[in-house]
Antibody
Framework: QVQLQQWGAGLLKPSETLSLTCDGY????????WSWIRQPPGKGLEWIGE???????TYNPSLKSRVTISIDTSKKQFSLKLTSVTAADMAVYYC???????????????????WGQGTMVTVSS | QSVLTQPPSASGTPGQRVTISCSGS????????AYWYQQLPGTAPKLLIY???QRSSGVPDRFSGSESGSSASLAISGLRSEDEADYYC???????????FGGGTKLTVL
């Protein structure tokens, strides 16, 4: 059974780059979308973006100019970089696996069935 | 302002049935599946319901999901104290090409 273990710097200064990595050990890496989701303190969930095993990415337009998600299938790891962070980027960041539904005319997004433990990222000068 | 609209709070006494609504549009719940996640304090969200009404593995049958048009609902029957948590609905939005979440509903067991 796949488990997700994430890590990265938890304290950043304004304008620095947030960098997190998620390790998906214990299972297959293909056939899924690998996502990043964040949750500001006391607030709801926001989807940041996703990558599949081929490296194809989709980003939330609200963050697209600052986000890069990459994948290393040999290590079963995927990573998030968010540039030029501000206080508005303070949140718990989660990595998650999204299942996919294969239909006749394409692939549909399904559930986030496995989540990482979360990493609190604080932005402070 | 979340794309999917949920009531910010809900409550019930042990044993009661509570329902949490999630209102969307034709571009998300109206044309894609709805999902429900439970988030206990200080933990990562956990999948409860997928594809509108399918319970995730290990989820008690007290939890059920339904969908009608561009709205979805989560029902919890036989309410228990351990159900006290935040609940989020989610769906894919075809117009925005993003996963959208509701703002979350904090369930209190009185």
């Amino acid at each position: 059974q796949v488990q997700l273990q994430q890590w990265g710097a938890g304290l950043l200064k304004p304008s620095e780059t947030l960098s997190l990595t998620c390790d998906g050990y214990g299972g297959s890496f293909s056939g899924y979308y690998w996502s990043w989701i964040r949750q500001p303190p006391g607030k709801g969930l926001e989807w940041i973006g996703e990558i599949d095993h081929s490296g194809s990415t989709t980003y939330n337009p609200s963050l697209k100019s600052r986000v890069t998600i990459s994948i290393d299938t040999s290590k079963k790891q995927f990573s998030l970089k968010l540039t030029s962070v501000t206080a508005a980027d303070m949140a718990v960041y989660y990595c998650a696996r999204m299942d996919r539904i294969v239909v006749i005319n394409g692939i549909l997004h399904d559930a986030f069935d496995i989540w990482g433990q979360g990493t609190m990222v604080t932005v402070s000068s | 302002q979340s794309v999917l609209t949920q009531p910010p709070s809900a409550s019930g006494t042990p044993g009661q049935r509570v329902t949490i609504s999630c209102s969307g549009s034709n571009s998300n719940i109206g044309s894609n599946f709805a999902y429900w996640y439970q988030q206990l304090p200080g933990t990562a969200p956990k999948l409860l319901i997928y594809r509108n009404n399918q319970r995730s593995s290990g989820v008690p049958d007290r939890f059920s999901g339904s969908e009608s048009g561009s709205s979805a609902s989560l029902a919890i029957s036989g309410l228990r104290s351990e159900d006290e948590a935040d609940y989020y609905c989610a769906s894919w939005d075809d117009s925005l090409s993003v996963v959208v979440f509701g703002g979350g509903t904090k369930l209190t067991v009185l």
